[in-house]
């Protein structure tokens, strides 16, 4: 069985910093994108950033660049996202998802597989 195991969120405040790891069982992500999603309060899930089976393409949602990157270590198989500069309205639970295909998408009806999320809050 495949799972997708998020970690590192937390409470910060704004201008912090949260490193969220994703760790991969049952299956190995080499080869496979990874994003990462979230969800603010009352709101849709929305693209955060993607990276490509090599690691050599990223992607970022607009909110987001210049302050979050996401990076891989297939030899752990796990998903990273380092989020500096912290905003009020980052605060979201932040989900982390692989797909069968080598290249990230912003869909997330792309990926297949899912983690159940962590929680991101950031105060002012």
């Known amino acids: 069985q495949v799972q997708l195991v998020e970690s590192g969120g937390g409470s910060v405040q704004a201008g912090g910093s949260l490193r969220l790891s994703c760790a991969a069982s049952?299956?190995?992500?080499?080869?496979?994108?990874m994003g990462w999603f979230r969800q603010a309060p009352g709101k849709e899930r929305v693209f955060v950033a993607s990276?490509?089976?090599?690691?050599?393409?990223?992607d970022y949602a607009d909110s987001v660049k210049g302050r979050f990157t996401i990076s891989r270590d297939d030899r752990k198989n796990t998903l990273y996202l380092q989020m500096n500069s912290l905003k009020p309205e980052d605060t979201a639970v932040y989900y982390c998802?692989?797909?069968?295909?080598?290249?990230?998408?912003?869909?997330?009806?792309?990926?297949?597989?899912w983690g159940q999320g962590t929680q991101v809050t950031v105060s002012s």
């Open positions: 049952g299956r190995t992500f080499t080869g496979s994108a």
């Open positions: 998802a692989g797909r069968e295909r080598g290249w990230g998408s912003r869909n997330e009806y792309e990926y297949e597989y």
């Open positions: 990276i490509s089976w090599r690691g050599t393409i990223t």
